[in-house]
C-alpha cells in the first residue's frame, strides 16, 4: 500500500468574524503519528476539524489556506468534498458508533462505496476488526448492536469503521480521552500499529500520550503553531519558552 | 421565610394543581366512558345509523373516520416528511426559511372551524372536489401537515452531530447520511408525533362539517371498486366522520335513541384516541430501545 502525507499551507479558521486558527502551516509525513498539543480552546480541534472539511457544516466557519494530500489542494472549493472525506478517517473524543450492528458499522462504509458482495464485505469487517485489535472480542456478536460493547471496545470499533473505507489518513481528537487507562493502553498499541501504514495526526491533552505514541509533535497556543519539531525535541529541548512551560505544567 | 418553607409551599402548590388537572381528566373520561360504554356493542359498531328509529349504529362513520385519516396521512407523510428533512438539513438558515418557520407555526395554530370554511370555499366551491373525503384530507391536511414538518425537523435536529459528521467522514453522501443513519435515528420521534398528530385528525370535527360532509351515501360494502359512487372506498364521496356523527345527533338527531348513540360514539372516539396515544407512547419506547440497545 502506497502511503500518503498531507500539506498544510497558511491555514487560517474563523467563526464569524473571531478567528480561531491562524496562519499555520505543518507538514504530515506519511507512516507517522503527528500529536497536536496546547491548552483548551487554543484551536486544535477546529484546525484538525477543517483538514477533513468537517467545518463545512458549521455555519459562518471560514477556512482559508491551502491543504495538499497526493497534488490536490483538499480546501479548494472545486474539491469533491464526498469523495474526499472517503480519505480521511475521523475519530472523535466520544466513541460513536453508529446504532446499528458491529458488523453493520464496518460494512456500512465499503458497501456504500461499491463493494455489494457479501463475501467480500465479510472479509472487510474482519479484517477492519482485526487491525483495531477487536477481531477475538466480537466475532461471535458481529450481528449484536455495537452500542453494547464498552466505551473502549466502540472507539476501537470506530477506528475499525474509519480503517475500513481505506483513508491515507487518520485524524484523532482525543481519541483516548474518555476512556480508562487499560482502554486507553490498547488505543495507543493500535495507534502504533497503525502507523505502518497511515498518516496519523491526533489531538492530546495528555502529554505522556503524546510523548508515547508520536514522531513529531505541534505546539499550539492561541490559535497559532508555536513550535513544531520531532517528539522527544519537544519535550526534552524545547525551543520556546511558551512550550516549556506548558508541557512542565506551568499553564494550559 | 427559610428557603426550606419556601421549597415545601412550592411544591405542595404543584402538586395540588397537577392533581386537579389529573382529577378533572380523570373525570372527564370517567363521564364519557360510563355513560357510553354501555352502548357500545359489536352491532353498535357495524350497522348503519336509523334515522327516526331505534338501534342504529356507528359502522359508516367509523369506517369513514379511518378511511379518512389514512387519506390524509398519505398526503402528509411524505409531503411532511420531505419538508421536514429539508428544513433541518438543507433550508440555508436566512429570513426567507425562518419566515416559512412561522408561516409553518401560525398555520398549524388556526382554529380548525377557519379551515373547514376555508376548505369550503376554495376545495369544495373553487376547485370543485364538492363535499369529500378528499377534500377533507386536503382540509385536515392545512393543520396536519405544519405538525409533520416540525416533528420531523425535531427529529432530526434531535440526532447527536457526531453521528451525522461520522458518516460524512467516512464519505457518505448528505443524502445517504440522512436516510440511514440519522431517520432510523429520529424514527421513534417522528413516530410517535406522527401518530399523536394522527389522533388529532381521527377526533377533528369542525374542518369536515363543511368539507367532507355531513352525510354519507348509502355505502355499499360489496362493492370495493374506488371510482363507483356507492363503494366505501371511493375518495370523491361525502363521508360523515364519527365527530361530525356525534355533532350532529347532538343538535339535530331525530332517532329516539340519539343520546345514547351520542353518547356511545363519544365513547368508541374517546377510546380509539386513548389507543393512538398508548400507540405512540409504546412504539416510541420500543423504537428507541431497539435502536439504542443491548437486545
Ligand atoms: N462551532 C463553533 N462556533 C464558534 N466558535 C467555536 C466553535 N467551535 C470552537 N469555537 C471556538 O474556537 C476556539 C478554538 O476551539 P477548539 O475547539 O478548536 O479548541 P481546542 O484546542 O480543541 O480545545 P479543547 O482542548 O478544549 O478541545 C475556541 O475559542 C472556541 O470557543
Ligand atoms: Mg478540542
Known sequence: ?252 | MKAKTVDKIATSVIIAIAALIVLVLAGLLGYILVRGLGHVSFHFLTSAPETIRKGGGIGPQLFNSIFLLVLTMIITIPIGLGAGIYMSEYAPSNKLTNAIRLVVEVLSSVPSIIVGLFGLLVLVNLFGFGFSLFSGALALTVFNLPLMVRITEQGLKGVPREQKEASLALGLSKWKTITSVMLPIAMPVILTGTILAAGRVFGEAAALLFTAGMSSPRLDFSDWNPLSPFSPLNPFRPAETLAVHIWKINSEGLAPDAGEIAAGASAVLVITVLLFNFAARWLGRYMYRKFTAIK
Open chain 1, 1 to 252: 500500500m502506497q502511503a500518503f502525507g498531507m500539506t498544510v499551507n497558511d491555514l487560517s479558521v474563523a467563526y464569524g468574524d473571531r478567528t480561531a486558527v491562524k496562519n499555520v502551516s505543518l507538514d504530515f509525513a506519511p507512516k507517522q503519528v503527528t500529536a497536536l498539543i496546547g491548552p483548551s480552546g487554543c484551536g486544535k480541534s477546529t484546525f484538525l476539524r477543517s483538514l477533513n472539511r468537517m467545518n463545512d457544516l458549521i455555519a459562518g466557519c471560514t477556512v482559508t489556506g491551502e491543504i495538499w494530500i497526493r497534488d490536490q489542494n483538499i480546501n479548494s472549493p472545486e474539491t469533491d468534498v464526498v469523495s474526499l472525506r472517503q480519505r480521511i478517517g475521523m475519530v472523535w473524543q466520544r466513541p460513536n458508533p453508529f446504532h446499528k450492528s458491529i458488523y453493520e458499522n464496518i460494512a456500512f462504509g465499503p458497501r456504500y462505496h461499491g463493494t455489494k458482495n457479501k463475501k467480500q464485505l465479510d472479509e472487510i469487517v474482519e479484517e477492519s476488526l482485526r487491525k483495531a485489535a477487536l477481531w477475538d472480542e466480537t466475532k461471535d456478536r458481529l450481528h449484536n448492536s455495537a452500542l453494547a460493547l464498552s466505551g473502549g471496545q466502540q472507539q476501537r470499533l470506530c477506528i475499525a469503521r474509519s480503517i475500513a473505507v481505506k483513508p491515507d489518513i487518520i485524524l484523532m481528537d482525543e481519541p483516548a480521552s474518555a476512556l480508562d487507562p487499560v482502554s486507553t493502553a490498547k488505543i495507543e498499541e493500535l495507534i502504533a500499529e497503525l502507523k505502518q501504514d497511515y498518516c496519523i495526526v491526533i489531538v492530546t491533552h495528555n502529554m505522556h500520550q503524546a510523548a508515547r505514541v508520536s514522531d513529531k509533535t505541534a505546539f499550539f497556543l492561541s490559535g497559532e503553531v508555536v513550535e513544531y519539531d520531532l517528539t522527544p525535541t519537544i519535550f526534552t529541548n524545547p525551543q520556546r519558552r511558551e512550550t516549556n512551560d506548558y508541557i512542565t505544567g506551568r499553564f494550559g
